[in-house]
Every structure is written in C-alpha cells, then in structure tokens.
C-alpha cells in the first residue's frame, strides 16, 4: 500500500429491490490528485459515491480512510463532513436567498460574546476565503445574484473551509460555459496542491483529459479499471465505458432496412435550444431508423427533445411531410404525428396511479381533444389488442401502472404511442434497465414497425443494439451533433466517431 | 466594511427584495400625504390619527410578525385569528365571570399559545404535514374551544378586574407641542397605549432575532433550501417546530393586546385576523414560498391596510367594504411586482 492512499472503497456492494446497483465495487483516492469517475448510465457512479457520503447504507464492504481507524460507515451526509469528505452536487446545495459570507458559514456563524451572529467578522473571514481562492465577488451578495459557477465554487469553498480531505464534485461542469469550467479546473489544481483529493464525475471526455490523473471506469455497477490518464487513449477509454462484452443478445439480422429513396417525413433545419444543444440539421425519410449516438451528456435527448418540442427549438425551421411545422407545445407535434418515449420515464412519461388502460389511451385521447372521449368499448378493445402485441405482462387491463414491472411500463408508453398511429416515432433509451429477452422483442419490433412505414429515431447508450436497428447514425459530442455515419458501421468505428478528438 | 466592498455594493444598486420594501414604505408615505390633504378637514393630519393606527393594530403588528416567521420558512399559519378568539375568550370569561386575577390569566394564555404552537410545530416539521392543513385543524379547534367556553359575548368591565381595565384605558402622553387645540379651545395631547409599547418591543425583538440569532438565519436558510440547509448541517425540523412555536406565541401577544382593545370576548371576534396578518406580511415583502421578508415590511405593511381603512371611515359616505377592495387590489399589485422583479432576475441570468 502506498502511504499517499487517502480512501480505498473494497468490495462495495450496494442491492435496490430487483437490480444490483454496486457488484463488489472498488476505488481508491489518492491524496492530492484528481480522479475522475466515469461509466455509462446505470454504471454505478452515483451509487458508489452515495455509500461513501452516507447518503446510502451498503451492504458489504469496506471502506478505509487514511487517518481512521478500521471501517467507516457513514449514516449521513453529516457524518461524512465531520470526517472530511464533502460533496458538491450539479444542483448546487446551498441557499440562494442568503448572502455568499452567510452560506459560507451557516451553521457554524462565529458569533459577538453576547450570542449575537457577528456579521462583521463573517464577512471579513469570508472575504479572506473567497480572496485565497482568487475568486472576485462581493460577499454581502445574495448568492442567486451569481451564476451557476460561481455558485458552485462558494460550495467548493465552504467545503474546503471545513477542512475537506475529500472532495467530490458530481457532475459540476454539466451547466457551465467553457470559461466557468476554466474557472472551476482553476480552483480544483489549487486544492490538489493543498493535498485534497478530488473525485470528479463527468461525462465530458476533453474535461478529464485536461484536468485529472487517474480515472476509474465503472460499467453495470462493477469496477472495470483504473487508469492513468497519460497512459489512456481516448479510443480505450470509451471502449471501457462501453464495454465490448455484450453479444450476448440474441442476434438480429443487422439490416436496418436501408430507406435512401423514401419520402422526406421530417426535416428539421438548423434547431438549437440554449444551454442544452447548439444547432443542429436532421432528416429521417420514410421507413428509416436512425440512432443517435454519443457518450451519456453529449446531447443525444436533448436533440429529440428540441425536434419533438419538449424543449422548444430557438433556433431554425422543422418540416414534416414537407409542410412547415410550427412547435409550440408538444400537443402540436402530437397532432402532426409525432411520438417520443422518454427515457426518464419515471419522470417524463409514466402515470403511475392510472391503470395500463388509461396510459394506454392517454395520447390518442389528447389528440382527439379531451371533450371527445373515446368509448369505452373501444378504449378496451385499443388496449386489449396493444397488451397483446407487444405481449404486456399485466394482470389485467385496469391494474395500476405502478404494479407492472419496468420493462412492461415500457411497453405500455410505447403502446400508448403506437396507437396514435405516428408517423415518426422518437425512442430514448427504450431498452434501458430491462431484461435482456425483453431488449431483442424490443428490437425486433423496432424493425417491425419501420418495415410498415414508420419513421424511428433510436437512442441507446448500447452500440450494439443500435447497429442491429438502425441504419444511420447521428454522433453527438459535448452538446453538439458532430457528424453522421451509414454504410457499413461497426462498433470500431462507432465508437472512434463517438471519441473523436485524438485518435489511434 | 472595505471600499471594494462598498463600491461593488453601490455598482449593484439595491437588490430586488430591498426595492420592495422601499416600494411598500413609500406607498405607506404618498398614502398618507394624500389622506393628510383629502381629508386635513377631518382630522387625518393629527398626530393622533396616525397614533391611532399603531393603536387600533397593535395585535396585528404581534401577529404579523409570528407569520412572517412561520412564511419565512415557506410555511404558513392560518390559526392565528381563531387563536386569538380563544386568548380573549380566556381572558374575559376569567375575568368577567370567574373574577380570576389578571397576572396568571396572561401567564396561562401565553402558556397555551406556547402549547399550541408546539403541536403544530411538531405536526409541521416532525410529520411533515402540509402546514396549510395543520393549522385549519388549529383554526377550527380554537374557534370551536372559545364556543365551548362561552357562547355569549362578555365584556371585561371596571368591577371585574380593575388592575385590567385600568391597563386598557392607560394613556401614555407624548410631548404636548406635537398635540393641537380643538374647537373648543381645549390642547389635546397625544397619547399612545401600552399595547403599542407591546407591539414595538415584538417588532424589534423579532427583527434582530431574524437578523442577529443563529435560529433566526436558520429560518431564513430552511426557506431558501430545505434539502441545501440539512445538508449544511441545520435541523430543519427543530426549526419549523420553533417557528410555529413563535408563531403562536406572538399570537397570544396580539390575543393580549386585541384584548385590551376590545375588552371583551365573543366566538365571533377576529374572524379572518389571518389573512389581514398574512396580507400584511406579502404587502411588506415576504414571499409565500419562503426565505425572503422582515418584520419591518410586516409592520408597514399592516400600517398600509390600516391606512387604507382609515382613509374609507373618515370618507364616512364610502361602503367599508371598499376598503377590502383597496387592498384586494394592493395584494395583487405586490404579488405582480414581485413576480415581475423575480422574470426580469431569471431573464438578466
């Protein structure tokens, strides 16, 4: 063992109701350095740093810090601060309605001898930390007077200020410019000179090249490996985050049928919509599936999102069937024959509390408007036929939502679409988190329906199931479309193109 | 403070949540002025009219200022008005017809209202119930205590409790040359009473509470963020708990005083007192979502509907419903600017 060692994590495994988030997962921090934390959705990353910060309770394994004594276990985030370790989140956990000095030093405000806040000592203490860390603003400000990064930085620095050994930054640059990031990686090479070790999640492949030293790839909640940066291509390390062992699904022929002469179904030119996606084109023609692809963050939702209008577009035109297409709402893209599946579904897409009937029908009924009610008779007899085409695994039509389990939710949102009978039908991550049978019947009716005419866009985060799927692919990188492949696309050069940047 | 700092400050101007108060201070001014030279016949231009308002709110002042607290933290305390119902009812069917000594009858008043802001606060922060109803379960449960006391109306009178009567009806003169000399050639002297003494005090306590005490920020922080104020360590739940305790205890307060000014207890008295409280607060700034206001807009603000109430009865021809009206309409008024100031702050981002 090396003595600059400040965490190691062994074994860590962590199990939800039905899914295994962490399998004997490891880590290791060194004293000042920064380590980034990189996988795939549902690799584990958040998992993994919740067990260390207590925000959940493990169920096996050790973790060890440099100074304590034996196995740690944190039951709060509290416990985790007292001994060192301090989060940062993407959503800045701090209150924006105080001063920057006060969310410096809430809780812990030093005090006049008759018990009173002493204001003027805590901005003058303040103003000293904010001055160490060279960062230039009025501490008697209210902190929502300052952006994101700034934001962000005053909780880097009350972190610190309590003498932080471990700081882990989730996600922090996923909101920011190129100069607040510049900023940002500013302060984190300060601290890593104090000797603070930093864990850095991210999903920005040009970020950890720049700023870290070491990474840790985690796929399916287990650790993959640990690198050096110096010594990791960029080629490799995708290769690592997507990993390369999962042919184990059942083979589909890989001809995504081929559509080059079909008519134009959409055309978007030119969308962007600020601080998610710049401008972008797209095209699908009749029949056709096309896959966007890119690493987790790099825009892949946030294109369909903007074409679906979920996120209105601020920018550029969309044409469906040749006809301009105006999107307000996506009430409007749902009457021009669009369909979009979510792929936060918890979130974005599922009513629990309704019955799969009712989800079924919910997108038909408001497209007809909600003073058209569809009779009953026929709402039965739409959800009937949909439970047994894509062979919905439910006790009956009228259970709750929320008793299915994930992947026949899944099946119920896509119902819901298909029979509003769409002619351009956007998949977000559809197969994500179910079971390897389910994903190829997924597939398969993926390519059923394109084979009838239907236009499909499909995002996976898997290569794979897309190059069995699609016959086209969109690249995304950084919150831009970079570029399109077709002809012959295999996982090499998928996964250059995802890459890019220097190459082997 | 460093010259950087004040430069920064003066290059920012006054933020947003200061505007407001400065908007509603100077509406409270121009309303004023004006009545003063509508109605200068009448007497609006008397120190005393303006005694009159601190006078006639002193309970609302007390209560305003529990409310806030409580809306600081994002909640909101609808017992109030039925709370105070049940303080007078204590006080007048003790006094009035038990013949009890004042001293332990406010002793026992503030204790219940100790004890009611307690289970709310415990209902509140503890079970994480919605505070709204939280505390209609209060408002009903007071008002229908006060009825199971007494039904009929008692007045407290000379008899009953002299040391009470004689608190009531204490004047406390100011300096002579601010008084005027009537029709009849008589100096009359302005005067204040206790009660406004009371609600001062409350107002000034309160204001550095929220200012100076670790408890006081904490309400402020548990507002802007739950969620951010636990993770930085504050317990969130004591503080919503304290709150609500605070909230009643000023109520039982303002009961006290509403009491000395009416000196009487009914079933009927302060209907709706919470919502002139909760008007009061968002007239002087504080947001319903929590972590933005102070007592000082609080008490301009109850100044202001006081205000526009006086200004309809000296009218004396005006429907007093009108001034309902005029402050339907101000509420609207404030809540549209504060919005307004809260898009232009997103769109400046």
Partial sequence: MEEQILITMRDITKTFPGVVALDHAQLTLRKGEIHALMGENGAGKSTIIKCLTGVYERDAGEIHMAGIEGNIFNHSTQEAQKIGIATVYQEVNLCPNLSVAENLFIGREPRTKLGMVDWKVMNRKARKIMDDLKIRLDVTNILENYSLAIQQMVAIARAVDMDCKVLILDEPTSSLDDTEVAKLFHLMRGLKKKGVGILFVTHFLEQVYEVCDRITVMRNGKFVNEYDVAELPRMQLVAAMLGKDFDDLATIKPEGASAAGGELVVEARNLSHKGTIKPFDFEIRKGEVVGVTGLLGSGRSEMVRCIYGVDRAQTGTEKMHGKDLKINAPIDSIKAGMGFLPDDRKADGCFAELSVRENIILALQARQGLFHTLPMAKQNELADQFIDLLQIKTPSRETPLSQLSGGNQQKVILARWLCTHPDFLILDEPTRGIDIGTKTEFQRLVLKFASEGMSIVFISSEIDEMLRTCSRMCVMRDGAKVGEIDGEMTQESVMAAIAGGEQQ | ?349
């Avoid at chain 2, 009806?169 to 000399?181: E, H, S, V």
């Avoid at chain 2, 979502?289 to 309809?312: E, P």
């Avoid at chain 2, 101000?330 to 898009?343: E, K, N, R």
Wanted: hydrophobic share 50%; proline share 2%; aromatic share 10%.
């Fill in chain 2, 1 to 349: 403070m460093s010259g950087k700092d004040q430069l920064d400050r003066a290059k920012r101007g006054i933020d947003s949540n200061t505007l407001l108060l400065f908007i509603t201070i100077a509406l409270f001014v121009v309303m004023y002025a004006v009545g003063c030279i509508v109605y200068s016949g009448k007497g609006f231009a008397h120190v005393q009219t303006f005694l009159n308002l601190f006078i006639t709110n002193a309970g609302l002042i007390c209560v305003a200022c529990g409310m806030t607290c409580v809306m600081l933290t994002g909640g909101i305390d609808i017992s109030v008005g039925s709370l105070i119902a049940m303080d007078c009812m204590i006080l007048a069917y003790g006094m009035g017809v038990k013949g009890y000594p004042s001293i332990p009858l406010l002793v026992f008043v503030l204790t219940v209202g100790i004890v009611f802001g307690f289970v709310q606060g415990f209902l509140v922060g503890y079970l994480q119930i919605q505070p709204f109803i939280v505390t209609m379960a209060g408002l009903f449960f007071a008002r229908g205590m006060t009825a199971v006391i007494c039904t009929d109306q008692i007045s407290i009178t000379e008899k009953a409790n002299p040391t009470f009567y004689a608190w009531a009806n204490a004047k406390i003169y100011l300096p002579a040359f601010l008084g005027y000399t009537n029709n009849r050639g008589k100096v009359q002297i302005p005067f204040i009473r206790p009660t406004v003494i009371i609600a001062l005090v409350t107002v000034v306590v309160i204001f550095l509470l929220l200012k100076y005490t670790k408890f006081g920020r904490a309400l402020y922080a548990v507002g802007g963020n739950e969620t951010s104020a636990a993770m930085m360590g504050l317990n969130v739940k004591r503080t919503k708990l304290m709150a609500y305790v605070l909230s009643s205890f000023l109520c039982s307060i303002g009961g006290i005083c509403y009491c000395l000014n009416t000196m009487s207890g009914s079933v009927q008295q302060a209907k709706g007192f919470e919502m002139d409280a909760i008007a009061s607060a968002v007239i002087g700034g504080t947001l319903l979502t929590g972590g933005v206001g102070n007592v000082i807009g609080s008490l301009f603000g109850v100044q202001i509907t006081g205000t526009i109430h006086t200004l309809v009865t000296t009218n004396g021809k005006l429907l007093s419903s009108w001034a309902n009206i005029a402050t339907a309409a101000l509420l609207c008024f404030f809540i549209v600017l504060q919005s307004v100031f809260a898009y232009v702050k997103n769109r400046s981002k």
